[in-house]
């Protein structure tokens, strides 16, 4: 297999030199990608719109077959669905939690990945196996023996349960040794002349070349937390700790008949990640093709 | 080795020990307490008829509890289940993923946008989107259906029948998640030298043939790394389970993972579904083994 | 990131494994203070619709007329969940004193010695008259036992099965409203028409792992045509009435006057004016009422009746007192539950929130109530047809069966008969393993 994926411009490759076809044929093939670009945009993009759409319609108008497929801008939606949730608290949660555990990743990351990047000890490759083998455990298979560690903690239906079993990152680690692996010695050297500490190494020479992979492994921590369904669903039980998906999914089970308030929630409660989503698009891209080991479900 | 052993050098040289196994404690202690503990924690479980009230009533079985597993009809049909759920999103996703990426490659217009549009379900939380879906595919006031019954094609039960449940569940995966193969395949393919595409193309290549001859041998890494990445989370996918069907109608969406749910958290039979973990890791496992030698492969690739 | 902020973060990290205990919302132990005042926790599901606010006032009432006892609710969002919280609380060693559980959770708490039974209480000093008893609906003082004969449970949020329905359609079409099981077949098919839109019903047959109203429905039918699901101890469902309850099923459904769907299909297809009947229970009359916004007059009737007259299910949980509690925690928690009963209170809860009242003693108070809410009275009557789920151990499992039959019936026509005993001899080996 050809090793021939090295990036060489991460810009948008233009390749005007191409054989050019015909006029005639040029204008076929630029007929045909317009549609079928339009087609992806409306595959992709449409039930976001039909979200917004329900949310913004009577009822009546949702039951009917075929359905509106114009906005009539029923307001009352959102507000009866956010007088019917705690979703203040399940934003304010889901914020903490996630700031939390970026910040616990960032940390645990850059000092593990700095140790095994940069500095010499024993056991340092059985030690460095060690790590890499963690990520052989899938989390749906942890969620048994955890529940059980977690409720001998008695940290189950608290942050913690939410926050320290992901406080850890194989792929942040593995991520920042390889940036790490990538400084040059003359660097740490010529610190060490200056009777520079470590730590301080560490920080002024070595994580500001890290950058890039920093805004990865946060981007990516942070969205892997706010997505999250399957731990928190299983290890809260009350609304004063549960993130935005668990009571989304409760909304669901309580309020399940309600469409269009259903549907004003699901907008609400998206749209925080879309602006997100939106800001930092260049990282999210950038990022995605390095994030592959880091999202959690 | 150092010719230079003076008191001096070995004091500097415990410190940089004491230093990096201090760094590694945070991260170390994260793994060993909610990682590899409890992965031989479950698999202790897995021997036991676990009382999850009262753990002093759990009571030693052996491998019974694999082998009711094993002689059980669900436990082979939650595979059969998990397979096709497999074989509908991996091999179909990744073909897909590369073809819309080839396709973004070009000077399409508007193509950020489309590319944009394509990446935002993967960034947009499962439970919300799904319900965007279960709205959708609904039989009676659903889209999907209203769309067929314009086009005087023969409605669907959807998400309520046990032969589109499964096909239902598999397009919102593809929809959900096919943006971030989209995406690794577009940092892949910009990789390959546009001189070589180019000379294929000057040679009178078709499409199909540069596809065939150019990109595909040189993107058979990432394309291998992409067919295990979205293979693992494939197996552990439930969230889109529990929100569209909960593993119905009948047991047509009940896949492997959706089953250790119910077994552990609706019917607390801690013992069997601990068993049925152990099973799921051992294929997970093995998966990711293949991973961990793709991804060493692809290292220099950042 | 300056020096301060990684340092204070790796520390923090570092306190990971030692930071057991601080913090949390987990605190639900019940304590009591020598001053002879008790304090008790009752956790519950009553979260949604008009529930809550009617479960807080009962609550503040009774902490302000009882100033020795102080009754803290701990609430959670769903049956599921609650069932969850209870589960993890009793293993973790840190129950509540008392909740809300239905008969086969109270029968698997009380297999592992997590609760304790109330004979002493119900039948002490402190206890409830034999005219109380007797005037309990039959089937919800039944419904008080774990299989042995033990009474484990106090009643609480009590409720049966109606027929809703569009009475403007049904004048419309110069129908009466069916009073027999062969009545609603007939009267479901006139109405259901494919050009305009319109069925009899939807409902939700439920899943393997969790009964829905359809299920329940499966086992009224079973009733009415005069079947079982356990006779002497042993499921009993594939017998002839389960057989021809099947088929009214199966009927409906090949026909199109019934349609299957998930989050209470029923509801919203006779809100959206698409199905002219809902068979549920009276305490979604609220939710029906919402659903349909004052669109048509909706009705209400007692459920039809089979050969074997009226069959109906009991719904809704009663309370069970975990056995970690202190004996002045349990005779404050028993003091709660009997004052819930009361008459007065039993009637105020009813009236606000549609559950049933336990005790006929309540009716002279509601007769205002139900003079203008004459749905409750039909509730309210229907009682006396309506019987629990086995409180077995392995019900839990035992129930989805029925649900699995049903799906199997209707959506894959397998032939009713081979289905049934198939699911029967299931039903068994879950009960078998449960107990």
Redesign the interface.
């Known amino acids: 297999m050809a090793p021939t994926t090295r990036q060489e411009d991460s810009g948008s490759p233009s390749p005007p030199t191409l054989k050019t076809p015909g006029r005639g044929a040029r204008r076929v093939r630029r007929a045909f990608q317009v549609v079928v670009a339009a087609v992806l945009l409306v595959l992709f993009l449409f039930p976001f719109y039909w979200v917004v759409i329900t949310s913004l319609n009577h009822t009546n108008q949702v039951l009917q077959f075929p359905p509106s497929f114009l906005p009539h801008w029923v307001f009352q939606n959102y507000a009866r669905a956010w007088s019917e949730a705690p979703w203040l608290r399940y934003f304010l949660n889901t914020i903490f939690i996630a700031l939390v555990t970026t910040l616990l990743v960032l940390v645990t990351s850059i000092l593990a990945g700095f140790a095994f990047g940069s500095l010499r000890f024993p056991g340092k490759n059985l030690i460095f196996a060690g790590f890499l083998s963690i990520m052989m455990v899938p989390y749906v298979v942890l969620i048994i023996p955890d529940y059980i560690v977690l409720k001998d903690l008695h940290w189950l239906n608290t942050y913690w349960a939410q926050i320290f079993p992901f406080a850890g990152s194989v792929f942040g680690i593995f991520l920042l040794r390889q940036f790490f692996l990538s400084l040059p010695l003359e660097l740490w050297e010529a610190a060490q002349i200056d009777g520079a500490s470590r730590f301080r190494f560490l920080r002024q020479v070595a994580l500001p070349s890290a950058r890039p992979a920093l805004v990865t492994i946060g981007i990516y921590t942070f969205l892997g937390t706010w997505n999250s369904f399957l731990w928190p669903f299983i290890m809260t039980s009350s609304p004063s700790v549960q993130p935005i998906e668990v009571g989304l999914s409760t909304f669901l089970g309580t309020n399940g008949t309600d469409w269009t308030g259903l549907s004003a929630a699901v907008v609400f409660t998206t749209l925080p990640v879309m602006v997100l989503f939106l800001l930092l698009q260049r990282e999210f891209m950038a990022g995605a093709s390095a994030a592959t080991g880091g999202v959690k479900g | 080795m150092s010719q230079n052993p003076s008191a001096q050098f070995v004091r500097r040289?415990m410190r940089?020990?004491f230093?990096?196994?201090l760094?590694?404690?945070?991260?170390?202690?994260?793994?060993l307490?909610?990682?590899?503990?409890?992965?031989l924690?479950?698999l202790y479980?897995s021997l036991f008829n676990w009382?999850?009230?009262?753990?002093s009533?759990s009571r030693w079985v052996g491998l019974g509890n694999y082998r009711d597993l094993v002689t059980s009809g669900q436990f082979w049909h939650s595979l059969l289940i998990t397979a096709y759920f497999l074989i509908g999103t991996v091999p179909v996703g990744v073909i897909l993923a590369l073809v819309?990426a080839m396709?973004l490659?070009?000077?399409?217009?508007?193509?950020a946008?489309?590319?944009?549009?394509?990446?935002?379900?993967y960034?947009?939380?499962?439970?919300?989107?799904s319900?965007?879906?279960l709205?959708?595919f609904?039989?009676?006031?659903g889209?999907l259906n209203?769309l067929l019954?314009?086009l005087h094609l023969p409605e669907l039960g959807w998400?309520?029948?046990?032969h589109w449940a499964l096909i239902g569940i598999i397009i919102f995966t593809l929809?959900h998640s096919l943006?971030?193969s989209v995406?690794?395949f577009l940092?892949?393919l910009?990789?390959?030298?546009?001189e070589l595409?180019?000379a294929s193309?000057?040679d009178g290549a078709t499409r199909l043939q540069e596809l065939r001859h150019v990109v595909w041998?040189?993107l058979?890494?990432?394309t291998l790394?992409v067919l295990v990445?979205s293979t693992?989370?494939a197996?552990?996918?439930?969230?889109q389970f529990?929100?569209m069907t909960?593993?119905?109608?009948?047991?047509s969406t009940t896949t492997t993972?959706y089953l250790?749910?119910?077994l552990?958290?609706?019917?607390?039979n801690?013992g069997h579904?601990?068993a049925l973990?152990?099973i799921?890791?051992l294929i997970?496992?093995g998966l990711?083994?293949v991973q961990?030698g793709v991804?060493r492969?692809?290292?220099?690739?950042? | 990131m300056n020096t301060k902020t990684v340092a204070v973060m790796a520390a923090a990290s570092l306190l990971t494994a030692g930071a057991a205990g601080c913090g949390g919302t987990q605190g639900s132990s019940a304590a009591s203070t020598s001053s002879g005042h008790v304090n008790i926790t009752f956790m519950e599901a009553m979260s949604s619709g008009t529930l809550a606010p009617a479960m807080e006032h009962l609550t503040s009432e009774f902490n302000r007329t009882h100033k020795n006892i102080t009754v803290t609710l701990e609430v959670q969002a769903s049956y599921s969940t609650l069932e969850a919280k209870e589960q993890a609380s009793i293993a973790a060693g840190n129950p509540p004193t008392i909740g809300q559980a239905y008969e086969d959770w109270a029968a698997t708490y009380a297999k592992s010695g997590a609760i304790v039974p109330l004979a002493s209480y119900v039948h002490g000093s402190n206890g409830v008259s034999s005219t109380y008893i007797s005037s309990m609906y039959k089937g919800v003082w039944k419904d008080q036992f774990l299989p042995g004969g033990k009474l484990y449970m106090w009643p609480f949020n009590k409720s049966d099965f109606v027929m809703y329905y569009n009475a403007n359609r049904l004048q419309q079409q110069h129908l009466a409203v069916p009073t027999t099981w062969t009545q609603f077949m007939s009267v479901t098919h006139s109405l259901t028409s494919s050009s305009h839109g319109t069925w009899g019903f939807s409902m939700d047959p439920g899943t393997s792992s969790s009964a829905a109203n359809g299920t329940y429905l499966y086992v009224a039918l079973l009733r009415a045509y005069g079947g079982n699901l356990m006779v002497n101890g042993r499921v009993a469902f594939a017998s002839q009435a389960g057989v021809r309850a099947m088929n009214v099923l199966k009927t409906m459904y090949d026909n199109g006057s019934m349609k299957l769907g998930t989050n209470y299909p029923g509801q919203t297809a006779l809100g959206a004016e698409h199905g002219a009947f809902d068979l549920s229970t009276i305490a979604s009359y609220y939710y029906n009422n919402e659903a349909i916004a004052g669109k048509f007059t909706m009705g209400v009737a007692a459920l039809p009746k089979g050969p074997a007259g009226e069959g109906n299910v009991l719904q809704g949980t009663n309370i069970v007192m975990f056995s970690k509690a202190t004996s002045a925690e349990r005779s404050a928690a028993w003091t709660f539950m009997k004052w819930l009963t009361e008459p007065q209170q039993t009637a105020y809860w009813a009236e606000h929130t549609g559950y049933l009242p336990v005790t006929t003693q309540a009716n002279p108070l509601m007769a205002t109530y139900f003079a203008s809410h004459p749905y409750q009275k039909i509730a309210a009557e229907s009682l006396q047809y309506a019987l629990p789920a086995p409180a077995e151990p392995g019900w839990t499992e035992g129930i989805g069966t029925i649900a699995t039959a049903i799906q199997e019936v209707l959506l894959q026509n397998k032939p009713v008969q081979q289905v049934l005993t198939q699911e029967q001899a299931a039903a068994q080996t879950y009960v078998n393993q449960g107990g």
Not at chain 2, 24 to 31: H, K, M
Not at chain 2, 105 to 111: C, K, L, N, S, Y
Not at chain 2, 190 to 194: A, H, K, N
């Open positions: 040289r940089e020990y230093t990096a196994y760094y590694l404690t945070p991260s170390g202690l994260v793994f307490v909610f990682t590899l503990l409890p992965a924690f479950v479980i009382n999850f009230l009262n753990e009533l819309i396709f490659m070009d000077q399409v217009p508007g193509r946008l489309v590319r944009l549009a394509v990446f935002a379900p960034v947009t939380p499962v439970v919300a989107t319900i965007i879906w709205w959708i609904n039989p009676e006031y889209l209203a019954h314009l998400l309520q029948s046990p929809w943006g971030f995406i690794i940092a892949g910009s990789g390959i030298s546009t595409r180019e193309r000057i041998p040189l058979s890494p990432i790394f990445i693992i989370g197996l552990q996918a439930f969230t529990y929100t909960a593993g119905g109608p009948l047991a993972s250790l749910y119910t552990a958290f609706i019917f607390y801690t579904a601990a973990a152990v799921l890791f997970i496992g990711t083994l961990m991804s492969r692809r290292t220099f690739y950042q």
